[in-house]
């Protein structure tokens, strides 16, 4: 997730405006800039990589001056590079972007043909075009981006300086979050309150929709009717650190909570509902070579791989293809029969697996087609595959992964979608269908966030347990391997994951009242199997903890505890349960006093085999 800093005032402005990047570089980035406006000039610095490179590249030709922005970037459109890295210019203008501007395409062709010429691939460069042409007819900076805010579909939030205002910042924001504050030095703008705090606790949160224009010792906000607004600082009392973690205790409760927001992000702009149909530019795929492939596998690792066996059911339910779904480590030393025109999908969050990256160029050299569902932008899976979807789910720094395998399920939804328009086994009605309640899952997600109390409350009861067993059928068999997973890699204890259908095969063995046993029972057509293996479980005294569809009341007086989701189509249930999972294991691994966002002998990105 992008950075965002700024200052007007009667100080220096670069080792400020370094400062509060340093203090961004939690967000995670992959490249960073600043611009600082002094004389009649505007001055660009930006690099690749880490800061230390931005502050090698100011030292070798420093910038002077008292009002600036800088910015962290982690890359969305393009690649990460000097040229994408932002401050973008166009005329007399310099802005830094946060967040996705969904119709950048049709807004960058339609300025080409007005004769702007683009120097980067991203999509913020078409809001500083936007803008210095309205200011051709406009005089003032605070208007020009109301207007253009009309024209962008997306979430921003962007800092804006012209040499037309000099000694002003001009910002706005529509679904990404800016912060404002005052000192006596001069005012302060970011992303979030971190950078903000040594210099004030006193801040303005802007709402959807405001502009405000900063300057040394004054802040005037305007409603989004352009309206001057009265407004009232709030007091921060976080530290720095808390402040990181955007007040949640750790990154994996910040990370959990931010998935609804991923889920939104990782459908923006990318369907075209009239159609029903999903729109993936970067899968770099035309209809006829999709077509032509003969034959789809999936390869992936932990989580991503258990994404990858959701991905197998959609494919076979939504869209009636076969598809081979294998583990990175498995595939590479098989003799897969993968052949030229197979399409080979490789799921990765860091894109930089070894087990994952070995098979997709294994796949690659015997012909295949590489397609990459990623979320780190520019990483090595990334740059091999022939294409790619993102997930747009931002850093994910807790070792345990939450929201990318959330971003990794919604990128195989509109994957299969694509797929099932093209071979014309969804109508464009059943492609809007099913865009209609993908879009429904932010809420859903959220209405379970806000239950999280009763299930830390579960988490309470059985935090001593030493061992655990996840049960699930069809699409969610692979969740109950990730809700096992979740539990045993930040609680360390025990925990199985079992197709429920499995469990008179052995495990039953092993079921007492000291194993609590998870039974994921939707209301879906294997509702009644699951209701017996639950009675199973029960009839050997094991304490029942069952994720049910909401209105389902049959299980109230035979489980121990039920925790329901919204009732929606059971192939969209995955997700749902999966934040129950996580929310459980978090809690039961606070519980034991352990350090989530750091679990012992985990990497976040395994990078050797
Ligand atoms: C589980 C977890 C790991 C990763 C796995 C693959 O919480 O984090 O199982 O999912 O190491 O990593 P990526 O997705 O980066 O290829």
């Not at 807004?107 to 683009?118: A, I, K, V, Y």
């Not at 869209?319 to 052949?339: A, K, L, N, T, W």
């Not at 959330?406 to 014309?424: D, F, P, S």
């Amino acid at each position: 997730m992008c950075g965002i800093i700024g200052y007007v005032g009667r100080e220096s402005a670069v080792p400020i405006l370094l400062s509060g990047l340093r203090r961004l570089e939690y967000r995670g980035y992959d490249s960073a800039g600043l611009a600082i406006q002094h004389n009649g000039n505007l001055e660009i610095r930006r690099s690749e990589g880490k800061l230390s490179n931005l502050e090698a590249v100011l030292h070798k030709t420093s910038i002077e001056g008292s009002t600036g922005i800088g910015h962290t970037r982690w890359a969305t459109h393009g690649r990460p590079s000097e040229q994408n890295a932002h401050p973008h210019r166009s005329g007399d203008l310099v802005l830094v972007h946060n967040g996705i501007i969904e119709n950048f395409l049709t807004l960058r062709h339609q300025l080409e043909s007005e004769g702007h010429r683009f120097e980067s691939e991203t999509d913020t460069e078409v809001i500083a075009h936007l803008l210095s042409s309205v200011m051709k007819r406009e005089s003032r900076l605070d208007q020009a981006i109301r207007q253009v805010a009309h024209e962008l579909h997306g979430n921003y939030a962007i800092a804006v300086m012209s040499l037309a205002e000099p000694g002003r910042i001009v910002v706005s924001r529509s679904g990404c979050p800016l912060v404002i504050g005052l000192n006596g030095t001069g005012a302060f703008l970011a992303s979030d309150v971190t950078p903000l705090l040594e210099y004030t606790r006193e801040v303005l949160f802007l709402e959807d929709g405001e502009v405000a224009i900063l300057q040394e010792s004054e802040i005037k906000v305007f409603d989004p009717e352009g309206q001057p607004k009265e407004y009232q600082a709030e007091t921060i009392h976080w530290d720095a650190e808390a402040a990181e973690k955007g007040g949640y205790p750790d990154f994996m409760m910040k990370e959990i909570h931010e998935q609804p927001q991923v889920i939104m992000d990782t459908l923006r702009g990318r369907f075209n509902y009239e159609s029903g149909e999903a729109d993936l530019p970067d899968l770099v795929m035309t209809k006829e070579e999709l077509l032509g492939a003969r034959r789809f596998w999936i390869v992936a690792c932990g989580t991503s791989w258990h994404a990858g066996l959701v991905g197998k059911y959609l494919f076979e339910e939504m869209v009636r293809r076969p598809i081979q779904v294998d583990i990175g480590s498995e595939f590479r030393y098989r003799d897969p029969m993968i052949q030229p025109n197979d399409l080979f999908i490789a799921i990765s969050q860091s894109g930089e697996t070894a087990d994952t990256l070995a098979a997709a160029r294994e796949a690659k050299r015997r012909g295949a087609r590489v397609l990459a569902i990623v979320n780190a932008v520019g990483s090595t899976l990334a740059r091999e595959a022939d294409g790619v979807i993102y997930t747009r789910c931002g850093p994910e720094i807790s070792v345990a992964s939450t929201k990318a395998f959330t971003g990794q399920v919604i990128a195989l939804y509109l994957l299969v979608l694509h797929v099932g328009r093209v071979h014309e086994v969804l109508s464009p009605e059943e492609g809007r269908w099913w865009l209609d309640h993908f879009l429904l899952l932010p809420g859903q997600v959220e209405h379970i966030l806000k239950q999280e109390n009763m299930i830390e409350s579960i988490a309470k009861q059985y935090a001593k347990k030493r061992n655990f067993l996840y049960l699930g059928r069809g699409i969610n068999y692979p969740i109950a391997l990730e809700g096992a997973l979740k539990l045993k890699e930040i609680s360390y204890i025990h925990a199985e994951g079992y197709a429920a259908g499995e469990m008179k095969h052995g495990p039953i063995a092993l079921i007492d009242s000291e194993m609590p046993v998870v039974v994921l029972s939707p209301k879906d057509r294997l509702y009644e199997k699951s209701v017996s293996n639950l009675m199973e479980v029960r009839a050997r005294s094991a304490p029942v903890i069952a994720f049910v569809s909401e209105g389902d009341h049959a299980l109230d007086q035979v489980a121990d505890h039920v925790f329901a989701i919204p009732d929606v189509h059971p192939l969209l249930t995955p997700i749902l349960f999966t934040v129950g999972l996580q929310l459980l294991a978090y809690h039961i691994a606070v519980q034991r006093g352990l350090d989530v966002d750091r679990p012992r002998n985990l990497a976040k990105s395994v990078t050797v085999e």
